[in-house]
């Protein structure tokens, strides 16, 4: 009983929100978007803030003369080839999000960008693209380095098990074994369950635009629950594989098709105009970094900067317990600085050249061609690439590659959050049973299919912020807990 006080507190407060939803999704729906208004009306800059203090640790940390500490032994060599460890750290870090934002974003933001700045113009274009890199770049992944940075060392280095409480050895002691640990624990798994399910329910509704439009499949919240529970089969049966051969390769595939896509769009869309958009946000953004990371805008935008950047911040804290426990996991016998230039650098600078070419495409067909699109990416996010994709050569067959594409990142990621739930549940176990790795998977469908049917995309967000908040506050001691354990080696 005592090994299985996280796992069923945790359960029973995930369960109590399927039944809430499933019994009344009106009242569900109504409390996730009382509980959101509250917090970002209240604590909203604390997102803001909390963000940038990971970004500037992460960097201090790297350079410090702790960068050269190993994530294991002193001789220990890594686990997995850099490419296999991008690929898994891709993977897990972004995965669908990248897939369903990379158009639908940029085209929200000319559409409908912020007051003080006028719609429809080349203002409104580079606005897009420059946020666009900040809501996807340094920023998620410094979020993920804290947690992933903190159980590498305390489990690999100290050998400890590969738990948020155990990082708080420095803190709390032998308390970390007791009811703090516990409730540590209960609100890492929370915040896992409503970050991934943000993501499973977004790359559901995008798979159903997918095919509506491209075989006219009704877009029906009964084809998206249909879409989730066939994922779901697909997920735990690769789940029960293992680490090694079931996620890896499925991340390497993912890798591959996104590749190819992204070359393809790259070779057949406006390449000069897609470098162009590169290198000028690149610019924009390494030279407005501080700026713009900060900018709550409390007197004009301030509505916008809840809807996107608050959201975003809130859903990669949510998200981090499930990357931080996954990363650390496959990580070890790399050092501090390796892992946090590879971890910080490497997925950040691909997921731009990502942004690039999809969603200066995007903006291409929109500003240059004059095709209405952007209207629609408002209207409807999910079918937004696919609105894109249909005045490229070839549109047809890259919009079956990026249904499949979400299809392997869906099993990936809800693959991944079931091995790192059923651990979180185990006290850290690298083996956890399959009956909670099962337990977790369909939970988690069902909490996604809860959600959509309470409010759709909206619930999604508001429960993904709710979570956060007070998981933003455990991160924050975290980055205290290990500089002291990083002092005391030294």
Same mark, same amino acid.
């Given at each position: 009983?005592?090994n299985?006080i996280?796992?069923?507190?945790?359960?029973i407060?995930?369960? @109590?929100?399927v039944?809430?939803?499933a019994?009344?999704?009106?009242?569900l729906g109504?409390l996730?978007?009382?509980?959101?208004?509250s917090?970002?009306?209240?604590?909203g800059?604390?997102y803001l803030l909390?963000?940038?203090?990971?970004l500037?640790?992460?960097?201090v940390?790297a350079?410090?003369?702790?960068?050269?500490?190993?994530?294991?032994?002193d001789?220990e060599?890594p686990?997995y080839?850099?490419?296999?460890?991008?690929?898994m750290l891709?993977?897990?870090?972004?995965?669908?999000g990248?897939i369903?934002?990379?158009v639908?974003e940029?085209?929200?933001h /000319?559409?409908s960008?912020?007051?003080?700045?006028?719609?429809l113009t080349?203002?409104?274009?580079s606005?897009s693209?420059?946020?666009?890199?900040l809501h996807w770049g340094l920023?998620?992944?410094?979020?993920?380095i804290v947690i992933?940075?903190?159980?590498? /060392?305390?489990?690999?280095?100290?050998?400890?098990p590969p738990l948020?409480?155990?990082?708080f =050895?420095?803190?709390?002691g !032998?308390?970390?074994?007791?009811k703090?640990? =516990?409730?540590?624990?209960?609100?890492?798994v929370l915040?896992?369950?409503?970050?991934?399910?943000?993501s499973?329910?977004?790359g559901a509704l995008?798979i159903?635009?997918?095919?509506s439009?491209l075989y006219?499949?009704?877009e029906?919240?009964?084809?998206?629950?249909?879409i989730?529970a066939? @994922?779901t089969?697909?997920?735990?049966?690769s789940s029960?594989t293992?680490?090694d051969?079931g996620?890896?390769?499925?991340s390497k595939?993912?890798?591959?098709?996104?590749?190819?896509l992204m070359l393809?769009?790259?070779?057949l869309g406006?390449t000069?105009?897609? *470098?162009?958009?590169?290198s000028s946000?690149?610019?924009?953004y390494?030279?407005r970094i501080?700026?713009?990371?900060?900018q709550?805008?409390?007197?004009?935008g301030?509505?916008?900067?809840?809807?996107?950047t608050?959201f975003?911040? $809130?859903w990669?804290?949510?998200?981090?317990?499930?990357v931080g426990?996954f990363?650390?996991?496959?990580?070890?016998?790399r050092?501090?600085? !390796?892992?946090?230039?590879? @971890?910080l650098l490497v997925?950040?600078?691909?997921?731009?050249?990502?942004f690039?070419?999809?969603?200066?495409?995007?903006l291409?067909v929109q500003i240059?061609?004059?095709i209405e699109?952007?209207?629609a990416?408002?209207d409807?996010p999910s079918?937004?690439?696919?609105a894109?994709l249909? =005045?490229?050569p070839?549109g047809?067959?890259?919009a079956?590659?990026?249904?499949?594409?979400?299809?392997? *990142?869906?099993i990936?990621?809800?693959?991944?959050?079931?091995f790192v739930?059923?651990?979180?549940?185990s006290r850290?176990?690298?083996y956890?049973?399959?009956l909670?790795?099962?337990?977790?998977g369909i939970?988690q469908?069902a909490?996604? #299919?809860?959600?959509?049917?309470?409010?759709?995309?909206?619930a999604l967000?508001? #429960?993904?912020i709710?979570?956060?908040l007070?998981?933003?506050?455990?991160?924050? #001691?975290l980055? /205290?807990?290990? =500089?002291? $354990?990083?002092k005391?080696?030294v």
């Amino acid at each position: 009983m005592r090994n299985n006080i996280v796992f069923i507190i945790s359960l029973i407060i995930v369960l @109590a929100v399927v039944v809430l939803g499933a019994v009344s999704p009106g009242t569900l729906g109504q409390l996730a978007t009382s509980i959101h208004d509250s917090i970002l009306a209240y604590f909203g800059w604390i997102y803001l803030l909390a963000a940038f203090l990971f970004l500037i640790f992460s960097l201090v940390i790297a350079f410090s003369r702790f960068g050269n500490i190993k994530l294991g032994g002193d001789r220990e060599k890594p686990h997995y080839s850099y490419f296999g460890w991008f690929s898994m750290l891709f993977a897990a870090g972004m995965g669908i999000g990248l897939i369903f934002w990379s158009v639908a974003e940029p085209l929200s933001h /000319y559409h409908s960008p912020p007051e003080h700045i006028e719609a429809l113009t080349g203002q409104a274009a580079s606005f897009s693209m420059l946020y666009s890199f900040l809501h996807w770049g340094l920023h998620p992944w410094a979020i993920y380095i804290v947690i992933s940075l903190c159980i590498a /060392y305390f489990s690999f280095r100290r050998g400890m098990p590969p738990l948020i409480s155990s990082c708080f =050895y420095p803190l709390l002691g !032998e308390g970390i074994y007791g009811k703090w640990g =516990y409730l540590i624990d209960i609100f890492a798994v929370l915040a896992t369950i409503f970050g991934i399910v943000t993501s499973l329910g977004l790359g559901a509704l995008q798979i159903n635009s997918g095919l509506s439009h491209l075989y006219g499949i009704p877009e029906s919240t009964i084809t998206t629950f249909l879409i989730i529970a066939i @994922a779901t089969v697909l997920f735990m049966i690769s789940s029960m594989t293992g680490l090694d051969k079931g996620i890896q390769v499925l991340s390497k595939a993912n890798m591959l098709i996104a590749s190819i896509l992204m070359l393809m769009l790259l070779v057949l869309g406006p390449t000069v105009h897609i *470098f162009s958009v590169f290198s000028s946000t690149l610019g924009e953004y390494m030279n407005r970094i501080l700026e713009i990371s900060l900018q709550a805008r409390p007197f004009e935008g301030k509505a916008w900067t809840r809807s996107w950047t608050l959201f975003y911040w $809130a859903w990669w804290i949510s998200w981090s317990p499930f990357v931080g426990v996954f990363v650390a996991r496959i990580s070890r016998g790399r050092t501090i600085r !390796e892992f946090i230039l590879g @971890a910080l650098l490497v997925p950040t600078l691909l997921t731009f050249f990502w942004f690039s070419v999809f969603g200066g495409t995007a903006l291409n067909v929109q500003i240059h061609q004059g095709i209405e699109i952007a209207g629609a990416a408002v209207d409807n996010p999910s079918l937004a690439l696919f609105a894109m994709l249909d =005045y490229l050569p070839l549109g047809g067959l890259m919009a079956l590659m990026a249904i499949i594409l979400l299809s392997v *990142f869906f099993i990936t990621s809800a693959d991944s959050a079931t091995f790192v739930l059923g651990m979180m549940t185990s006290r850290g176990s690298m083996y956890p049973s399959t009956l909670k790795k099962a337990t977790w998977g369909i939970t988690q469908s069902a909490v996604a #299919m809860v959600l959509l049917s309470s409010g759709g995309l909206a619930a999604l967000q508001e #429960m993904t912020i709710a979570a956060a908040l007070p998981f933003t506050f455990i991160m924050l #001691m975290l980055c /205290y807990s290990l =500089y002291m $354990a990083l002092k005391e080696e030294v």
